[in-house]
T-cell receptor, first 114, second 113 residues
């Protein structure tokens, strides 16, 4: 079946612009996670949804970052007033389990802020 | 807090060599442990996992054993191929229902023919 998809795959934004990154999880998956992966580093947890409820947003680096999953399927990560330090690959993962021991990752969106 | 430490790369080996990538962790409770692989231009793929002490995860010739006494989960393969060239990430999940995976920094493996 279809895996996790993310769009766009690449995004270039000028500093100060707002961006929106989309994640389509595997159909029926309860849990959805967002991660940020800086160049040469491992992914770092940003936020977690169980269905439409955002249960953990402790990893969001600032109040410029906002995520939503209004109908419990597609999720959007929004970054307002982008800064150069926001340049990274943003990964989405989903899991059929609540809590997500088995996470399936999308290909990521590479964001470059100029 | 939880953390994962894995050996720095790049690791360069010849084809058919034996591979070990070290991974140690710090976590509260009894985490589940994972190895993920990232091939060039692709997303993270789960390679193997172990959910309790002394479990051995295995897949595609790779193995790792959950060692609680040494808090380790080293990745091994007896004979590597050029196609194994990728970045390998060790990760843990502590549970609790709301936290994500905690990853190491990744080890870049290069296999030369």
């Amino acid at each position: 079946g279809a895996g996790v998809s993310q769009s766009p795959r690449y995004k270039v934004a000028k500093r100060g612009q707002d961006v929106a990154l989309r994640c389509d999880p595997i159909s029926g998956h309860v849990s959805l996670f967002w991660y940020q992966q800086a160049l040469g580093q491992g992914p770092e947890f940003l936020t977690y949804f169980q269905n439409e409820a955002q249960l953990d947003k402790s990893g969001l680096p600032s109040d410029r970052f906002f995520a939503e999953r209004p109908e419990g399927s597609v999720s959007t990560l929004k970054i307002q007033r982008t800064q150069q330090e926001d340049s990274a690959v943003y990964l989405c993962a989903s899991s059929y389990l609540a809590g997500g021991v088995e996470q399936y990752f999308g290909p990521g969106t590479r964001l470059t802020v100029t | 807090g939880d953390s994962v430490t894995q050996m720095e790369g790049p690791v360069t080996l010849s084809e058919e060599a034996f591979l070990t990538i070290n991974c140690t962790y710090t976590a509260t409770g009894y985490p589940s442990l994972f190895w993920y692989v990232q091939y060039p231009g692709e997303g993270l793929q789960l390679l193997l996992k172990a959910t309790k002490a002394d479990d051995k995860g295995s897949n595609k010739g790779f193995e790792a054993t959950y060692r609680k006494e040494t808090t380790s989960f080293h990745l091994e393969k007896g004979s590597v191929q050029v196609s194994d060239s990728a970045v390998y990430f060790c990760a843990l999940y502590s549970g609790g229902g709301a936290d994500g995976l905690t990853f190491g920094k990744g080890t870049h493996l290069i296999i030369q023919p």
